[in-house]
């Protein structure tokens, strides 16, 4: 039976550069200026206009559609205050109280009361705080108590003597903040608050309040409230003259768990609107009057539909952006309202999927510009008109940063996942002149948790500079994207539901015997990587499988899924109270008396998101059980650990496979 195939295999190294034997230095893994992408940025078009303007290297230009000249000074100042939003600059919030128009909204204190700002911890598409209506004259705004969440500390060791600087942190099963919406009319400089809560329980007031959009006419507000449990929506709209509860147009439900994170869409004539569910299994848009009823849905079929970009003149088509026709790469589509036809903007090469596509649209979406990468294409920028085939003029093409280097091969692939019918996309990077009969030593990359797709159709399959500094030096190194990732449809993200951990590892395992499958793979010396979720992954699949994997790296591990936040952690696993034996499977606890070989652990001591206390416990019940193990703290580092720390990380790394895996 045949066990894989390879889909795309592409060698990015030149004759030339292979004679000059040239690799990186481990000093140049965070030079941007080595990451094509960034080498044409700060793409806008005139409002209005089909002009675009963008920036290469130390000039900046503007293209008409026929011409592209090189702007002075003084012309990139005019344009880029002609594209400054006016909206930003009516808001400020000063010392935590909340100002618009310079007038007093709302007290806060950035700690226990949070005006103005992203709430629930990022989560459900939250990344502000602040909704203007249509005309700016009312604004819409988050107001968020901790007060009852307990304080977490975090201590801040560069003051004289060490300090605490706390944090509010509501842990999974335990108390959650409380979140309501005001309404400010600037005209009348009137406030009010939506009255979301049916009652003065905790149940009402532990609400998710998400997905915030005003009617055109800005009459109404629209909101998805979601329970705490996280398996039932409601799509509510609100008065915004009164901030009573107008009408509950529609619900959703499911058994794991509903995620919206994006608002209505309304369309031009304002009478209808859009909705993303993945009510059928994959995201997709719905169109709904706004009296709630469904009226078709708009897009169909095993695919996801990533994102919304804009409508046409005529309001019939929608632009959006999907992965139909290449599930690790994005491209964008004119969709049809009425009958869901679909076409690609974005033209595959040869009529083949090829490549992920992010597009910048004029204001009346009939011009657009592609930017796009691909496995073996480093970035490009083509400007585009609407209904035309092909690009108009290329704007940018990269130059390949890495040419003059030793470069190695990056292939994806598909293998079948545990289940024995699942296709499971890996990105495989081989060193470079890899010689026949000769065994090297692998390391295995893992992340694994929701909301990601590490293996893409972009330029080096989505790795970066460190795999590739890896590679370089002998590793064979090996991502897969098992079932619980993003983009392949709701029963493939949410099977990991209440057992996190157990499928997720049972596919890394498969490709781990494709891995030894490989004849230039030497199975004495697998090694294992990640961080975050990654780093909870590296050290359950190194405690289940020591016979498998030599040496471990995991950074900023979950450790006990009881010490994460109520957001994230209840939708995958309910609370610890709900689902008990779900969490005692997931905790690593009791597996730290498993550990063989060697385990490298590295945590920010003040990162809020995995807090300390992971790895910190996981090190006690390590000494508690006679097990060695190595362990490095990033003083003054929160989840991320950045700047040239982060170069300090990957060298850490490495030096660790250098020692125990070579």
Not at 113 to 121: E, Y
Not at 243 to 262: C, H
Not at 385 to 412: A, C, F, Q, R
Not at 537 to 551: G, N, R, S, Y
């Amino acid at each position: 039976m045949k066990r894989f195939f390879v889909i795309l295999s592409l060698t990015l190294c030149a004759a030339s550069a292979m004679a000059q034997n040239k690799m990186l230095d481990w000093k140049q893994l965070m030079d941007y200026s080595l990451y094509p992408q960034r080498q044409i940025h700060g793409i806008v078009f005139e409002p209005e206009s089909e002009r675009v303007m963008y920036t290469k290297g130390n000039e900046t230009y503007v293209f008409d559609g026929k011409a592209t000249k090189v702007l002075t000074p003084e012309q990139i100042g005019d344009y880029q205050e002609l594209l400054k939003t006016e909206e930003d600059k009516r808001v400020e919030i000063r010392d935590g109280n909340l100002y618009i128009d310079n007038k007093f909204v709302e007290a806060g204190d950035d700690y226990n009361i949070v005006v103005g700002q992203s709430v629930h911890r990022n989560e459900f598409g939250i990344n502000g705080g602040i909704f203007w209506s249509p005309k700016k004259t009312k604004v819409a705004f988050y107001r968020m108590d901790q007060s009852m969440v307990k304080d977490y500390p975090i201590v801040n060791t560069k003051a004289r003597e060490a300090e605490a600087k706390p944090i509010k942190y509501p842990m999974a099963g335990m108390k959650s903040h409380e979140v309501t919406i005001g309404i400010y009319n600037a005209l009348t400089l009137k406030k009010i608050y939506l009255q979301t809560r049916r009652d003065d329980s905790d149940k009402e007031k532990e609400m998710y309040l998400t997905n915030i959009a005003w009617s055109p006419d800005e009459r109404y507000i629209y909101l998805a409230k979601i329970n705490r449990e996280q398996n039932r929506m409601w799509m509510e709209r609100y008065d915004a003259s009164n901030g009573r509860l107008d009408k509950v147009l529609f619900q959703e439900k499911n058994e794991r768990y509903v995620e919206p994170v994006d608002p209505v869409i309304f369309t031009p004539s304002g009478n209808q609107f859009l909705w993303f569910s993945m009510r059928d299994g994959y995201k997709h848009l719905y169109l709904y009057d706004t009296f709630g009823d469904m009226l078709r849905q708009v897009t169909k079929g095993p695919f996801e539909v990533e994102g919304f970009i804009g409508f046409d003149k005529s309001g019939e088509n929608i632009f959006v952006y999907a992965n139909k026709d290449n599930p690790t790469g994005r491209d964008a589509y004119k969709v049809n309202l009425k009958s869901g036809k679909m076409e690609c903007l974005t033209k595959p090469r040869n009529d083949k999927p090829y490549g992920t596509h992010t597009i910048i649209m004029s204001s009346d979406c009939t011009h657009y510009v592609d930017l796009w990468s691909s496995v073996d294409l480093p970035t490009r920028a083509d400007y585009r008109i609407v209904g035309t085939n092909g690009p108009v003029k290329t704007l940018h093409t990269s130059e390949n940063p890495l040419e003059k280097y030793d470069m190695p091969s990056y292939d994806i692939g598909t293998i079948k996942a545990a289940d024995g019918k699942t296709d499971l996309y890996y990105r495989l990077i081989t060193p470079p002149g890899k010689k026949t009969g000769k065994k090297y030593p692998a390391i295995v990359y893992v992340y694994g948790g929701p909301h990601s797709q590490l293996v893409t159709d972009s330029w080096m399959a989505g790795a970066n500079l460190y795999f590739t500094y890896l590679a370089q030096h002998g590793y064979v190194v090996f991502t897969l994207d098992n079932r619980g990732t993003d983009n392949r449809g709701f029963e493939f993200e949410s099977c990991i539901h209440r057992q996190l951990g157990e499928l997720e590892m049972a596919d890394q395992m498969k490709g781990v015997d494709f891995l030894k499958s490989l004849p230039y793979v030497d199975t004495e010396r697998i090694g294992l990587e990640g961080w975050s979720f990654g780093g909870f992954m590296t050290i359950k699949m190194k405690l289940a499988h020591p016979e498998i994997f030599k040496v471990a790296c995991a950074g900023g591990p979950v450790i006990d899924w009881k010490w994460y936040e109520v957001m994230y952690g209840e939708r995958y696993m309910d609370t610890p109270q709900e689902n008990p034996a779900g969490y005692e499977r997931a905790s690593l606890l009791d597996k730290a008396k498993d550990l063989e070989g060697k385990l490298l652990i590295l945590h920010g001591c003040e990162d809020n998101t995995v807090v300390w206390q992971n790895s910190l416990e996981f090190i006690e019940r390590c000494i508690n059980n006679y097990k060695q193990v190595d362990y490095f703290v990033y003083p003054h580092h929160e989840h991320n650990v950045r700047g040239k720390e982060r170069v300090h990380l990957y060298k850490k790394m490495f030096d660790y496979y250098e020692d125990y895996l070579k």
